[in-house]
């Protein structure tokens, strides 16, 4: 069993930065494939980035390339996603998920494990 934990959401200006954090539970965690996910009122849940299990291959939304960043820490059981140059329509409740294997990374329904969420609400 995987336990994730967001942090770090919050209200930002447009044009600002925030950082989210997933801890992780569990021994594996190196073993997991990690994505970040966001969820819009009103809207389906959406793909935003994913990192494989030693950080060598990350895969993005086309909305976030270029402005968002994945990362992992596997020593801290702890995956980042790092979100520049913020727009409102950024505007969500941001998940972290995490799934065995390096495949079909953009659907949401196979991820095993997901967190509780955290909001970013993005100003104009």
């Known amino acids: 069993q995987v336990q994730l934990l967001e942090s770090g959401g919050g209200l930002v200006q447009a044009g600002g930065s925030l950082r989210l954090s997933c801890a992780t539970s569990?021994?594996?965690?190196?073993?997991?494939?990690m994505g970040w996910f966001r969820q819009a009122p009103g809207k389906e849940r959406e793909f935003v980035a994913a990192?494989?299990?030693?950080?060598?291959?990350?895969v993005y939304a086309d909305s976030v390339k270029g402005r968002f960043a994945i990362s992992r820490d596997n020593a801290k059981n702890t995956v980042y996603l790092q979100m520049n140059s913020l727009k409102p329509e950024d505007t969500a409740i941001y998940y972290c998920?995490?799934?065995?294997?390096?495949?079909?990374?953009?659907?949401?329904?196979?991820?095993?494990?997901w967190g509780q969420g955290t909001q970013v609400t993005v100003s104009s």
């Open positions: 998920a995490a799934r065995r294997a390096w495949l079909n990374l953009r659907r949401g329904n196979d991820y095993d494990y």
């Open positions: 569990g021994r594996t965690f190196s073993s997991y494939t």
């Open positions: 990192i494989s299990w030693n950080g060598g291959s990350t």
